[in-house]
């Protein structure tokens, strides 16, 4: 049974706010290719601290960030 998946709202995040992902990278000490995943929807686990860093640094909550798409 399919449950459907969560999407990850990084990139429209960034172009609302015309930020790049090199200052996302640099400012949060994050892996440009982790956080490439991330933006690419490409990942199996999220990493809560991870979620924790990008809701603070957008000023979001996570229903902003994380949406959930059903099947």
């Known amino acids: 049974m399919d449950y459907g998946h ?41 990493d809560a601290n991870l979620i924790c860093k990008l809701c603070d640094y957008f000023d979001c909550e996570v229903g902003e960030l994380i949406i959930y798409v059903k099947e």
């Open 6 to 46: 969560l999407e990850l709202r990084i990139e429209e995040l960034l172009k609302e706010r015309g930020i790049s992902k090199n200052t996302v990278c640099k400012e949060l000490d994050i892996p440009r290719s982790n956080f490439n995943r991330y933006c690419r929807n490409e990942f199996q686990r999220l």
